[in-house]
């Protein structure tokens, strides 16, 4: 993290530079909301050189609102929400918001069109800054503290979050939630120790991890993240090895790696439970495509190499 003293002004940004943390006054006490806190907050926008809108922030510009955070899932919420678990009560900040994690989290379409919203003649570069008030706070029990079936709660909440996201469109926002509940079930028991569950939490939360990971898979499948659905299926194939979904996903994904026969194993493996199946007809379908494609090219390849098909 860089922190430094500028005057009265105190200069914040986490490791990934996502963004810039600008203390305008201080706040009081030591502690700071955490993920779920209740808080009341003041966000209102400053001159920036992107136009932003309560949708895309995620938070209610411009008016004091009670709200939790994490509870938003809009392409900067994760932001504000990151700069608020910095803060204090009573402190009032600008959060600098740069064109590199504009890019990333709404894209160029979008962000070009947010710029010709606005005439900014001294801003050369696309930004965003926000004003936030943090006027008081409720922190709720830190997720190492929680019990078994409190973290097991939350990581149902973060799914039900991330299906939302999903059936909206919102791959990205959703692979955050599904993320997020892994990450709370990871913390509930070491995978030696699982038995040591009661049987009724155990059968819950393997079925729970298995789907959450089979969700992400989905989403990083769309996203293109070939070597994490690969990861992500064999997790979820070694609580349920009969899983269609995670034979599909993992096939599709060694096919677009190009492990050809390792597809067509996970695929042929997953008709046999289902033959009816179109999704993973449509997938052999494409791996025999591609497989020929292959072939022909080593072919004609061969073929210049020595000069021409052998005549008889």
């Known amino acids: 993290m860089d922190d430094m003293d500028t005057g009265d002004r105190r200069i914040w940004s986490p490791y990934d530079k996502s963004f810039t943390k600008v203390t305008l006054i ?104 926000l ?58 028991v070491d995978m030696k120790h699982l038995n040591d569950l009661p049987v009724n939490m155990k059968q819950h939360y393997t079925a729970l991890k298995c789907s959450c990971s089979l969700n992400l898979a989905a989403c990083l499948l769309k996203l293109k993240q070939f070597s994490n659905v690969v990861k992500l299926c064999s997790d979820a194939l070694e609580i349920v090895g009969e899983n269609v979904k995670g034979l599909y996903r993992r096939g599709h994904a060694f096919r677009k790696l190009g492990e050809f026969e390792r597809a067509r194993e996970d695929l042929t493996f997953a008709q046999r439970l289902e033959p009816h199946n179109k999704a993973v007809q449509d997938q052999i379908a494409i791996l025999d495509r591609d497989v020929k494609e292959l072939d022909d090219k080593y072919a004609k390849a061969m073929s210049k190499m020595f000069g021409g098909p052998v005549k008889s």
């Open 131 to 188: 004003k936030i008030e943090l006027k008081q706070f409720t922190k709720v029990i830190e997720k190492w503290k929680m019990s078994q079936e409190k973290k097991i709660e939350t990581a149902e909440y973060q799914k039900g979050k991330g299906n939302v996201c999903f059936q909206q469109g919102k791959t990205v926002l959703a692979a955050r939630r599904y993320s997020k509940a892994l990450k709370s079930l990871i913390t509930v």
């Open 26 to 129: 201080q706040g009081s006490g030591l502690a700071s909301p955490n993920e779920g806190a209740t808080c009341i907050v003041e966000i209102s926008r400053l001159t920036g050189g992107c136009h932003v809108t309560d949708d895309v922030v995620g938070y209610p510009l411009g008016k004091e609102t009670k709200t939790c955070i994490g509870e938003y899932d809009a392409d900067l919420s994760e932001i504000v929400d990151g700069c608020l678990e910095t803060m204090k009560e009573g402190e009032v900040c600008e959060l600098h918001i740069p064109e590199s994690t504009l890019m990333e989290r709404i894209g160029v379409d979008y962000l070009c069109k947010m710029r010709t919203t606005v005439c900014v003649e001294d801003v050369d570069k696309l930004n965003i800054i």
